[in-house]
């Protein structure tokens, strides 16, 4: 079965860390730019980060920028985002897709995967 599946979700306190995962199975992630996403309630979803199928080139959104770091292992099939200093804004479900595109184009260009999401939430 093709799929993407996101883990390491939870609830943080402000400030705090949290690493998310998202591992492919079925295919292979080298072959994709990989985007993460999020949707808080009421909000349209929002690109979070990318990074290109090599690891060489990574883009992030200007409300994440300094605090999110994306990397990917692909010998282990899995992209990484690691979340540090937290805050209440972030809490939304996190999502990761395979993205047919570069990652200069990761928001709007078409997905081939879509994971199931993991819901985080900062919160005190």
């Known amino acids: 079965q093709l799929q993407l599946v996101e883990s390491g979700g939870g609830l943080v306190q402000p400030g705090g860390s949290l690493r998310l995962s998202c591992t492919a199975s079925?295919?292979?992630?080298?072959?994709?730019?990989i985007g993460w996403f999020r949707q808080a309630p009421g909000k349209e979803r929002e690109g979070v980060s990318c990074?290109?199928?090599?690891?060489?080139?990574?883009n992030y959104a200007d409300s994440v920028k300094g605090r999110f770091t994306i990397s990917r292992d692909n010998a282990k099939n899995t992209v990484y985002l690691q979340m540090n200093s937290l805050k209440p804004e972030d809490t939304a479900v996190y999502y990761c897709?395979?993205?047919?595109?570069?990652?200069?184009?990761?928001?709007?260009?078409?997905?081939?995967?879509w994971g199931q999401g993991t819901q985080v939430t900062v919160s005190s």
């Open positions: 897709a395979a993205v047919l595109a570069y990652c200069s184009a990761y928001v709007r260009g078409p997905k081939d995967y």
């Open positions: 079925g295919f292979t992630l080298g072959s994709y730019a």
């Open positions: 990074i290109s199928g090599s690891g060489g080139s990574t």
